[in-house]
């Protein structure tokens, strides 16, 4: 990744790829089997530690400065790749500021992991606007993982 000088930032479409090649650089198949212990659902998984992911995440963002456009589309495209990992790093570097309804409802639909659903409201969702009213809405529905998101939220949003 390009470190955060004056120089031009890569594309997010660009820097998404250096990122994934990055995660699989540092996938470590054996951790998935203590993951699968867990209960995290581990068919995208790399087994790469929430360290090494919290460190990629924060270079991104250094990377893109403070453009929350970029980082907007760089956590999509994460979010897209449906690796687990990458997954969990667009809810580090996507910035609560632009979370929409349209957003909650569309990555909520796609979760299917405890772990990527509290990671998500609590990296993420919990600073959105509409945190609160989802923490009344959601636990009311029937998904699994929508319930789950709105006792998450409930619990950390505030």
Known sequence: MTPATD??????VVLAE????????EAVPSNLVGMARYGIVTGDA?????????????DAKRTLKRSLR???ELAA????SSVHEARIMASL????ALVDD??????????????????LMNNLFRRAPLAWSKAHEWP???????????????????
């Open 70 to 72: 970029a980082r907007h």
């Open 93 to 96: 570097v996507y910035t609560a």
């Open 7 to 12: 120089t031009p930032a890569p594309s997010p």
């Open 77 to 80: 495209l994460l979010w897209e």
């Open 140 to 158: 009311e529905r029937d998904e699994e993982f929508v319930r789950r998101a709105g006792f998450v939220l409930g619990a950390s949003a505030g």
């Open 102 to 119: 349209a957003q909650l409802e569309a990555w909520l639909r796609e979760l299917d992991s405890w772990d990527t659903c509290d990671t």
């Open 46 to 58: 790399l087994g790469v530690s929430m360290p090494v992911v919290r460190r990629l995440a924060a």
């Open 18 to 25: 250096q990122l994934l090649v990055a995660l699989r650089a």
